[in-house]
C-alpha cells in the first residue's frame, strides 16, 4: 500500500526569511533523500522549494518501520530546523494538498502560474536523481494534467495579476496600435500581457533608447526615444504609461488618433485637460483601483469554488495512484500525460510565438503520437505478462 507523507512549512507558517536555511539547503536535502532511497527508508522523495515554500514528499514503503514515525524520517532529511512550525499531512491529504499547491491557491499571490514551472523543474531532478517512486510517478502526471484542468475551469488562470496586467488589458480595448512609454517592472508586466495577448503593433518609448531598443527586440515592438516621442508622437490607438516625469507626457496636442489612455505612473503624466477630449478615454490610477477591488473579490469567489473542486478531485486522485491493478490499464493515460505537459512546457517557452491554431494542430499531433507509442509499450507489456 502506498503510504505518502509531506512535510514542510511555508509563508502561512512562518516568514519566507525564516525558510532561507532551508531553501538554502536545498542540495543536502537532495543528497539525504538519495541516501534514504539508496538505504531502503523510503521508496521515492520530491522536494519543492521555493522562496516561500520549502516542503518534501516521501513515499514510504508498506514495511516501514512503525516504530520510525514519518515524522521522523521528514526530521532526518530537513537536520537541524530548530522551532520551525511543520506542516504534518499524510495520505490522500497530501495529494489535495499538492493539488493545490499547483493550482496556486496555497500561493503568496494567488493563483500565480509560476508554481506549475517550479513543480515541473523539481519532479524533472527527482527523476534525475532516481527518487521518483511508481507512486510520485503517477502523482506528478496527474497533479499537473489536473492543476491546469482546475485552473482553466475556475478561472484562475487569470488570478495572477498586478496593476500592469489589469493595465495592459485594459490598453488592448482601445484597438491594435499600441504604445507603452517606460521600461521599468510595471511597464515590462504589460508588455508581458500584450505579447500573451498576440498584440503585433507595440511601441515601447524610454529615455534612453537602448533600453527601449533591448525591450523591443524581446517583445517583438518597436523602439523610440521619449526624446523623439515628445518631438513626433507616432498615431496609435492607444498608450498606456509607466513612467516617471515631473512634467505632463501627453498633452492635448498629442492626442491626434488616440481612442484610449491608460495612465498609472505616479504622480500623473497625463495633463488634466486630457478630460476634456471627447473621443479619448482615460484610465488613471483610481479607476484601475476599482477595477482591482471589484476583482480581489471576485478572485475570492474562485478560490473558493476552486478549494472545493480541489479536495473533490484530490480522492479521486488518490484512488488511481494506490490502486495497484491499474497499472497496465493506465499506460496509455501515462503516457498521454506526460506528452501533454512537456508540450505544455513547450508552449510557455520555446513554442510560445505560435498562434492558437497552431498550438491546437501541435497538441492533436502530439496526443495522437503518444497515444500510438502508448499501445505500442501496452503491447509489449502484455506479452511479457504472458510469458
Known sequence: MTRLTLTGSDFSRVPPSRLRALSQDSEHIRARLVELRASGHIQGGFLLSTCNRVEVLLDLPAEHDSSVSPDDVARTVFGDIGELPLRQLHGQDCVRHLLSVATGLESMVLGEEQILGQLSRSFALSEELGLMS?????????????ARDLRRRTGLTRADRSVGAVAADELVKAGPALMVVGAGETARLALDVLRRRNVKDVWIVNRTFEKAEALARHYGGRAMSLADYLAAPPRVDGVLFAVHSDRPLLTPDRCSGLRRVIDISQPSVVDPAIRDVESL????????????????????EIAAVGRAQVAAQAEGLWSQITNRGADLGRVVDLHVESALEELERALRGSLAHLGEAEQAAVRQLVLKTAKRNAHFHLKDLRQLART
Open 281 to 300: 478615454e482615460l484610465v488613471d490610477l483610481d479607476a484601475l483601483g476599482g477595477l482591482l477591488a471589484d476583482e480581489a473579490s471576485r478572485l475570492e
Open 134 to 146: 511508481r507512486a510520485l510517478h503517477m502523482l506528478r502526471t496527474r497533479i499537473m494534467a489536473a
